[in-house]
């Protein structure tokens, strides 16, 4: 469900200091419980499964192949075809991890195209993505509350560029809100009861 950012905000997240000139655009808590802090580990193959669930079926399906034609008609995405896997993009949040000295960028999987991790902890993940509307980041975070359960959350970073970019995030707001991210919210629940039932 879409929360208050204050929860994200409380905690000692290295992307506060990160991505501290990007806004935060939602925060999202997911409807799955845990008992251990190693369960983090847990939640991440279980959100990299229900996104690609998500992004191939149903009407979020549909939503992702339009932004897609949309990208390589208008070419907003060609940065993001064109960059080679070894190269750390100028600008990016991976160069900025480095010159703050708060860490060292993981290699890059041949998959990670478009969305590219920045820094993976015990407790958090981030990873960024960046065209000719925006440069945005996703952040995963696993904390626990008073009575020892692990929760796990969902934070958007954006800085939107120029008016196009203003106008794009303006565009998908009711998309990414309503259908998007509940979509994945229950998406994600699904998978995790599975993946627990198994162990």
């Known amino acids: 469900m879409l929360v208050s950012p204050q929860n994200h905000r409380s905690q000692s997240w290295l992307v506060h200091d990160l991505a501290s000139d990007f806004q935060v655009e939602d925060v999202w808590q997911f409807p799955i419980e845990g ?10 193959e ?16 549909l939503l992702f192949k339009i932004r897609h034609f949309a990208g390589w008609v208008f070419r907003w995405d060609k940065d993001i075809e064109a960059r080679h896997l070894s190269q750390i993009r100028p600008g990016s949040l991976r160069e900025r991890l480095q010159d703050m000295n708060l860490g060292k960028a993981p290699p890059l999987r041949p998959e990670e195209t ?17 065209n000719k509307t925006v440069h945005a ?15 796990a959350e969902m934070a958007v970073y954006v800085k939107a560029k120029g008016w196009l970019g203003k106008y794009y ?3 998908i707001k009711p998309f990414r809100r309503f259908l998007v991210y509940p979509a994945l919210m229950k998406a994600v629940a699904r998978v995790w ?6 162990v």
């Not at 008992?35 to 991440?44: G, H, M």
């Not at 980041?137 to 929760?151: A, P």
């Open 169 to 171: 995030m303006a565009a």
């Open 193 to 198: 009861q599975q993946r627990v039932a198994e």
């Open 137 to 151: 980041g996703l952040h995963l975070g696993w904390y626990q509350d008073g009575s020892g359960l692990y929760h």
């Open 114 to 130: 478009a969305f590219q991790t920045v820094y993976a902890r015990d407790r958090e993940w981030l990873c960024e993505i960046a």
């Open 35 to 44: 008992t251990s802090k190693d369960q983090f580990a847990l939640f991440r």
């Open 46 to 61: 279980v959100f990299d499964q229900a996104f690609q669930e998500l992004s191939t079926r149903g009407i979020a399906g």
